[in-house]
């Protein structure tokens, strides 16, 4: 089965964080069949023979970063067909590109957590378009210099830490391994 990982604040080749290499290395090292580092932000997909064994792969391959390069950060596991099914629904078709900054998808480790987001930041930068039980579906609007940020707005309202990817990115993602 194939399955993607998502880790927050991983930029490769910065400071307590691996290059590719190790990021992928740290994976095959953990025992998956096979994995691939999948842009530059902390993203990988990998092959296990299920979910558990992802668990178990994406936990050691956490551990492998944190004493190889420091990185200190929470991995959130999907399974690809889950996230080709999530892409299937088009849950931001009803979006014209044109008015907002950019579509977003937040990773959460708990499930029932994006139900727990209010609509809207008070400043409206972030709006929550759609929840599943481990993710918050978001838009983004850009208010002066900066666009709102749902990655901030889900961990200050859930306090726990969270992951946010461009929706092109999973797109792009289920496009080349599911």
């Not at 025992?31 to 023979?49: C, K, M, Q, V």
């Not at 668990?55 to 990185?71: D, F, K, Q, V």
């Not at 991995?75 to 977003?104: H, M, N, Q, W």
Request: aromatic fraction near 10%; proline fraction near 4%; include cysteine.
């Amino acid at each position: 089965m194939l399955y993607a990982a998502f880790f927050r604040n991983l930029n490769l080749g910065r400071r307590n964080c691996p290059d590719r290499a190790q990021f992928e290395h740290a994976f095959l090292e953990a025992g998956a069949f096979a994995a691939a580092s999948f842009l530059t932000n902390g993203t990988i997909a990998f092959e296990a023979r299920g979910r558990r064994a992802a668990e178990n792969i994406l936990a050691a391959a956490s551990r492998i970063l944190a004493s190889g390069c420091g990185l200190a950060e929470p991995g959130f596991l999907r399974e690809l067909a889950y996230l080709a099914g999530l892409v299937e629904t088009a849950p931001f078709k009803s979006i014209d590109p044109a008015a907002v900054y950019g579509c977003y998808v937040t990773f959460l480790q708990h499930d029932g957590a994006a139900g727990r987001l209010p609509a809207a930041t008070a400043r409206g930068d972030v709006e929550v378009v759609g929840i599943t039980a481990t993710e918050a579906l978001c838009i983004a609007r850009q208010f002066g210099k900066s666009p709102g940020s749902p990655n901030a707005f889900a961990e200050k309202v859930l306090g726990a830490p969270a992951t946010t990817r461009a929706w092109n990115t999973v797109v792009r993602l289920v496009d080349r391994y599911a």
